[in-house]
Each structure stands twice: as structure tokens, then as C-alpha cells.
């Protein structure tokens, strides 16, 4: 059973650009979370989304930033007009949907923008 | 706000010792929380969790033990390994809808 996958895993935008980064969730995974980290800190939510929805985003920029999980195919987070401060580590994670309340999350390897 | 913190940044110990990471929360109603461990360059693993109607758990050279009384969680490693050189992050994963406040992370160095 593949694990969760991203890609790229490194991608490079100069400033102005947009950023269009892909999690695939693992098998039977109908949950997916984006995560930023930045250097030297731990990781903070961004948006969770099921299939075709967006569940909560409360920790998405206001501008510039989007995420979507469609019916077919992978999750994308995309970030419009890419600034410097956007450099950082991108993870995504996805859950089951046990219904039991936990929330095991698997993460991906991480997609790791570099703005220039 | 509420916040899940780490006692300490940086832990050395010497390969065969036992390791043991801190971690404290301020959010009483907190009842799901998870180690992971991230390697340089990839994405957090799994390591253990634990819910609030437990004091301890144990999994392969791992244990989790929870005070709810003060709020603070411990990760603790047997036998530690140069394999378990690593950054731990303790997670809160109480939220509605399942998102995890991570701590700011304890990097943990194996001396062979």
C-alpha cells in the first residue's frame, strides 16, 4: 500500500509566479490536510478538505492561496503570485474515515518551494 | 492562545540510554495527542498516540505517558539508536474536524 505521495518534491519560483503543489492521499484515504513549515519550527494547518470539499480552512492565507480535492485526482495547493515568505516545506497528510474520532494522520515527503 | 510546547529544544544522549522528550499543552479539553518523528528531508512519521482515558501506552521501545492533572505529555525511548536521531514533534490532534497543533519540535541527537 503506497504511502502518500507529493510532488514535486522541490520546486523553484521566482517571485510573481504561481506555485502548484499535488498530494496524492494513500489508498482508501478520503481525508486530506496541508501543513506549512517553515525552517527551524514545527509544522501549522493549513486546510482540510474531503473529496470535492473544503472542511476548514482557517489557517489559509486570505489571498493568494487555494486548495482544492477533486473528484478525480490528486489534492493541489496553489499559491498565486509566489513572495519570498512563501519558501518553505508543504506536507500533506490523510486520514481514514473510521468514524471512531481518532485522527492518525500519514504524511507525504513534502514539497520544499524555494521563491527567488 | 493555546499551544503545544516542548520543554526543550535540543536533546543529546548516548547510544543504548533511554531517551525521554517533554511536551506540554494548555488546552484542558485536549483528550488525542501524537508523537511523530521527522528525519532531515522528509515528512513526519507516526510514531505513537494516545487518548486522555489512558495515563500510558506502550509500543516498540516507546512509551507515552499523560498527566491531564498538569497538562504535559512525555515521549520516552528505550535503548535509543542512531536510527533515532531525529526531530520529535508532539501533536495535538483534539480539533473538530482532526487538524493537529503541532509543538515547535525537540531535536534529538544519539552519540555512538
Known amino acids: 500500500n503506497a504511502g502518500v505521495m507529493q510532488n514535486p518534491r522541490h520546486l523553484v519560483r521566482r517571485r510573481g509566479q504561481e506555485a502548484r503543489l499535488r498530494c496524492s492521499p494513500m489508498?482508501?484515504?478520503?481525508?486530506v490536510y496541508w501543513y506549512r513549515q517553515l525552517p527551524e519550527e514545527g509544522l501549522k494547518f493549513m486546510v482540510y478538505l474531503q473529496k470535492e470539499n473544503i472542511i476548514d480552512e482557517s489557517g489559509m492565507p486570505k489571498e493568494r492561496f487555494s486548495a482544492e480535492f477533486p473528484k478525480e485526482g490528486p489534492s493541489i495547493l496553489r499559491i498565486q503570485q509566489v513572495v519570498r515568505g512563501d519558501s518553505a516545506a508543504y506536507f500533506c497528510?490523510?486520514?481514514?474515515?473510521?468514524?471512531?474520532?481518532?485522527?492518525?494522520?500519514?504524511f507525504g515527503p513534502g514539497t520544499r518551494l524555494t521563491v527567488t | 492562545g493555546e499551544s503545544v510546547g516542548l520543554h526543550l529544544p535540543t536533546l543529546s544522549v548516548q547510544e543504548g540510554d533511554n531517551s525521554i522528550i517533554n511536551c506540554a499543552y494548555s488546552n484542558s479539553a485536549s483528550d488525542y495527542f501524537i508523537w511523530y518523528k521527522q528525519e532531515s528531508g522528509k515528512g513526519p512519521q507516526f510514531i505513537i498516540d494516545i487518548r486522555s482515558n489512558m495515563d500510558k501506552r506502550q509500543g516498540q521501545r516507546v512509551t507515552v505517558l499523560l498527566n491531564k492533572t498538569v497538562k504535559h505529555l512525555s515521549l520516552q525511548i528505550a535503548a535509543t539508536q542512531p536510527g533515532d536521531s531525529a526531530v520529535y514533534f508532539c501533536a495535538d490532534g483534539s480539533r473538530q474536524g482532526g487538524k493537529l497543533i503541532f509543538g515547535q519540535g525537540t531535536e534529538l541527537s544519539v552519540k555512538p
Open positions: 489508498k482508501g484515504h478520503s481525508h
Open positions: 497528510a490523510s486520514s481514514p474515515n473510521t468514524g471512531t474520532g481518532l485522527n492518525e494522520q500519514y
